[in-house]
Every structure is written in structure tokens, then in C-alpha cells.
Nanobody, 115 residues
Framework: QVQLVESGGGLVQPGGSLRLSCAAS????????MGWYRQAPGKERELVAV???????SYADSVKGRFTISRDNAKNTVYLQMNTLKREDTAVYYC?????????WGQGTQVTVSS
């Protein structure tokens, strides 16, 4: 089993920034990839960004140029730096990792962009 602990969500004004973190622990075996999803009220969960162990990244079109995903393999931690936040970024953000072909989800952290 892999446990994921997320942190960094909160309330921020439009144009502001937040940094999410997700630390993996437990029976970890070559976690790859690591990523972030989000789910807004009344909408389906969607992929935000993903990063491979080698550092290759992919982003949803809606966040390209504003969000940056990174990871620290030694700490089994993935980060999401979110800049120039918009109201439409409001959602619960979920960390997601794959370890030994099993997908794990974090508990979710709320990000609210509002003035």
C-alpha cells in the first residue's frame, strides 16, 4: 500500500499563487508517473499535469504556462506550482501516483480562487 499526503491548498485571490505538495510513503516501488487531477463541483475529474520519473511533463491546455509540476524522487514527493490563478481553477485537487502498476489517490485538497 502507498499512502499519499497532500498539502498546500487554500483560498487565494485571482492572479495569486499556490504550491501543492504530495508526499508518498509506504510500500513504494518505482513510483511512475506522478500527477495531479482536479474536480470542480458538478464536473468530472480531469488531469491537470503529470510527470515521469525521468522528468518528462504533460499539462492540460487550460493550465499550460501557468502551472508547473515537479518531483523529488529521493523524497517521493510531487509538487504543483500554480501561478496566475483564475476563478475557474477552483476545485479539489488530487494527487495521483502509479506504483507497481497500481494507481493510488490522495485525499484531495481544496483550492478556491475568489476575491
Amino acid at each position: 500500500q502507498v499512502q499519499l499526503v497532500e498539502s498546500g491548498g487554500g483560498l487565494v485571490q485571482p492572479g495569486g499563487s499556490l504550491r501543492l505538495s504530495c508526499a508518498a510513503s509506504g510500500s513504494i516501488f518505482s513510483i511512475n508517473p506522478m500527477g495531479w487531477y482536479r474536480q470542480a463541483p458538478g464536473k468530472e475529474r480531469e488531469l491537470v499535469a503529470v510527470i515521469t520519473r525521468g522528468g518528462s511533463t504533460s499539462y492540460a491546455d487550460s493550465v499550460k504556462g501557468r502551472f508547473t509540476i515537479s518531483r523529488d524522487n529521493a523524497k517521493n514527493t510531487v509538487y504543483l506550482q500554480m501561478n496566475t490563478l483564475k476563478r475557474e481553477d477552483t476545485a479539489v485537487y488530487y494527487c495521483n501516483v502509479v506504483s507497481a502498476s497500481v494507481r493510488y489517490w490522495g485525499q484531495g485538497t481544496q483550492v478556491t480562487v475568489s476575491s
